[in-house]
Nanobody
Framework: QVQLVESGGGLVQAGDSLRLSCVAS????????MAWFRQAPGKEREFVAG????????YYSDSVKGRFTLSRDNAKNTVAPQMNSLKPTDTAVYYC????????????????WGQGTQVTVSS
């Protein structure tokens, strides 16, 4: 069992930066593929970024590529997206997710989820 706790959300202006964090419980954190999703009101949950466990390969959705950078610290059981040049379209609840296995963009294939943290970007 893995528990995920997100933090770092808030209200910012367009062009600002924000860093989220997700802390995971458990002793085998490095075995999990970690990802961030987001869900805006009335929209489906969408993949934002993901990172492999042992080798730190990162993947980004086209909507955040070049603006978001995802990193993980296996010693501290954390995964954190640095979000730069934020836009009002980035406004959503952001969720941390974990799964054993490889990369997937499908939310239904993730086994563990955090409670979410709200990010609001004003214009």
């Amino acid at each position: 069992q893995v528990q995920l706790v997100e933090s770092g959300g808030g209200l910012v202006q367009a062009g600002d930066s924000l860093r989220l964090s997700c802390v995971a419980s458990g002793r085998t954190f490095n075995m999990y593929y970690m990802a961030w999703f987001r869900q805006a009101p009335g929209k489906e949950r969408e993949f934002v970024a993901g990172i492999d466990g042992p080798i730190d390969w990162t993947y980004y959705s086209d909507s955040v590529k070049g603006r978001f950078t995802l990193s993980r610290d296996n010693a501290k059981n954390t995964v954190a997206p640095q979000m730069n040049s934020l836009k009002p379209t980035d406004t959503a609840v952001y969720y941390c997710a974990a799964r054993l296995g490889g990369r997937t963009y499908s939310a239904s294939e993730y086994d563990y989820w955090g409670q979410g943290t709200q990010v609001t970007v004003s214009s």
